[in-house]
């Protein structure tokens, strides 16, 4: 296949542009924004984790200063009706039922300070957990402002480069693509050309597009001196 030297980087361009529209390429930035995202997901559902354990507990506590109450009024009526009955059977009922009422309120009392140790540890989970959520808010607003900061992606007129062309190259690569042959491998396979090949794909005249011997693309050979 003949193509004028000059001509050859147009036609990789549009190899090169071909390829990137059939596989678009994630800027790392989008990519580092997504990643905290999916962080922050991660931290928000055990941030609101955190907290529906202190709000249990505080349940707990509420139920327990609430039965608590309940006692302490029962042990009081029992107390006031002691001082009034007479009767000897009533009178043991009420001092029993006063003493399970005392005894049942230490238990509770104990119960309250065990459950104010672990609201206590509770909330400091929570808030080393909001304390999380915070950070990955910031970097997550750090992260999209970069994002929107990026300059547009430069798209590439394919038909202004394919007009360049001639139309035999333009069959030619439409049915078997071009790459980039860098002295040793083929951009289109990334094959490593054994030495005898690489020495006669580089043989051909300059104005030529060999084949790869692998894949059989069209070859737009490029040198380290050519791309500086
Ligand atoms: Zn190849």
Redesign the pocket.
């Known amino acids: 296949m003949q193509l004028a030297k000059d001509l050859q980087p147009v036609l990789l361009e549009l190899a090169l542009a071909d390829a990137s529209k059939s596989q678009p390429r994630v800027r790392p930035e989008v990519q580092e924004l997504q990643k905290l995202l999916d962080e922050r997901t991660r931290l928000t559902e055990a941030s609101a984790s955190a907290q529906l354990a202190v709000d249990d507990m505080e349940l707990e506590i509420l139920r327990i200063q609430e039965d608590e109450r309940k006692l302490k009024k029962r042990e009081l009526d029992d107390k006031r009706q002691l001082g009034a009955e007479t009767d000897p059977e009533r009178r043991k009922d009420l001092e029993h039922d006063r003493y399970a009422a005392k005894s049942r309120i230490a238990d509770l009392l104990s119960e309250l300070k065990e459950a104010h140790n672990e609201i206590a540890a509770l909330r400091n989970n929570r808030d080393v957990h909001a304390a999380r959520v915070d950070d990955i808010n910031r970097k997550v607003d750090a992260a999209q402002r970069t994002v929107d900061a990026l300059p547009e992606e430069e798209v590439v007129d394919t038909d202004a480069l394919r007009a360049k062309l001639p139309a035999d190259v333009l069959d030619a690569y439409d049915d078997i693509g071009a790459?980039k042959f860098n002295g040793r491998a083929?951009?289109?396979?990334?094959?490593q050309l054994p030495p005898a090949e690489r020495a006669e794909v580089m043989a051909e005249p300059e104005d030529s597009l060999p084949h790869?011997?692998?894949?059989?693309?069209l070859?737009v050979r490029v040198t380290p001196s050519d791309e500086a």
């Open positions: 790459a083929c951009g289109g396979c990334f094959i790869c011997p692998n894949c059989g693309t070859l």
